[in-house]
């Protein structure tokens, strides 16, 4: 029983194969990056819409791209990502014998490079945007927008049905790699790893060796560039590495308070997230003539301030208040991201729907 449990703690089936702790904690490490930094600027955009507003309806493709040039600083250069770098691992392609092994400086061979970027920065951005549709087609199916006969109707029912389904499948696949892992009956607690060709292993002194000497030796071979194309590519480089320089430096100096920002984001802390971050209370509603071009609130206090007609399905906006016809509101916070009348940041699942005494 405890040749068995040793496995966990040491590495037994490769000399250099990290515990099964180890990938765990670097694996929640980027995890954890994405929601803190969302929550950021979450709370940014909620105290200045206009001014951070921007950053806050486009924060997946600003996140992915940022973790693209992060990620592929650290793979050509440490030949590990971000977080594996962080804990001292690195990726090792598959059928290298220990003595022939790469040095970690060397980066990875391109097929590998572009597997290991694919399914670090392309795959969670699929994943989080096919979460966000599957959230959105449940509020439509909810709120029964299309007509019960719709063939599109029933298209989305039966992939919403079948997505629980799809999911538990691929978290149990990734569930079922880890505990072969821990019995070492697997080189990858990943079955990503697996498809990019790579395993995990630990730096070795020679890697950290050539790890601290590779920016010194870079610094000195530096050649004076030729033609202006040269030149132009240099600089771009430069510009390129830089920035993901300083974003491996930020986030490795940051990585306690994104830690901590995790903490705070977390359940437990809601109700005082929800007390410190509230909305300011929106002014009262401006009683003015009809006008139709006029973006406040209509005299009636029965139309709706969009389609300025009676309101069908009413529906009031959490962040604000104010209430609109359900389809009106809808494809204005999907397409805005914001209240038609306050412009506070606004989500698709702030939408209540609001029932008539005679309902």
């Not at 049905?161 to 149990?172: D, H, I, L, S, T």
Request: charged residues 20%.
């Amino acid at each position: 029983m405890a040749e068995h449990g040793a496995h966990i703690t040491t590495a037994s089936v490769v000399d250099d194969q990290p515990s099964i702790f180890e990938v765990v904690a670097q694996d929640s490490l980027m995890s954890a990056v994405r929601p803190a930094l969302q929550h950021v600027v979450k709370v940014l955009a909620e105290s200045n819409p206009a001014h951070f507003g921007f950053f806050w309806r486009w924060f997946d493709e600003i996140f992915t791209l940022l973790d693209l040039l992060l990620q592929q600083h650290y793979l050509s250069k440490t030949s590990a990502s971000f977080s594996e770098n962080f804990y001292g691992l690195k990726r090792i392609v598959m059928g290298d014998q220990h003595k022939l092994q790469r040095l970690a400086n060397a980066g990875l061979p391109k097929q590998q490079f572009m597997k290991s970027i694919m399914f670090l920065v392309l795959l969670p951005y699929l994943k989080v945007k096919l979460e966000k549709l599957v959230s959105s087609l449940r509020e439509e199916d909810e709120y029964s927008i299309h007509p019960p006969s719709s063939r599109w109707k029933r298209f989305y029912r039966a992939f919403l049905a079948a997505y629980p389904f799809v999911n538990m499948a691929w978290e149990g696949w990734f569930l079922v790699q880890q505990l072969r892992y821990i019995l070492g009956k697997a080189q990858h607690h990943s079955p990503l790893l697996r498809l990019a060709g790579v395993r995990l292993g630990r730096l070795t002194v020679q890697d950290i060796q050539a790890l601290e000497h590779k920016p010194a030796e870079a610094s000195m071979m530096q050649l004076p560039a030729g033609s202006i194309g040269e030149k132009i590519k240099s600089a771009l480089k430069k510009a390129v590495g830089g920035v993901a320089l300083s974003l491996s430096t930020g986030l490795s100096v940051g990585v306690f308070f994104l830690q901590f920002l995790e903490w705070w984001y977390s359940s437990e802390n809601q109700e005082t997230i929800k007390s410190l971050t509230a909305l300011p209370t929106p002014p009262p509603p401006v009683h003015l003539d009809y006008n139709s071009d006029s973006p406040l609130l209509p005299k009636m206090k029965t139309v709706c301030p969009l389609c300025r007609k009676n309101r069908v399905n009413d529906t009031v906006l959490a962040t604000s208040g104010y209430v609109f016809c359900y389809r009106c509101v809808f494809h204005y916070v999907r397409s805005h991201q914001a209240c038609p009348i306050t412009g506070y940041p606004t989500e698709v699942q702030h939408l209540i729907k609001l029932y008539s005494p005679e309902n």
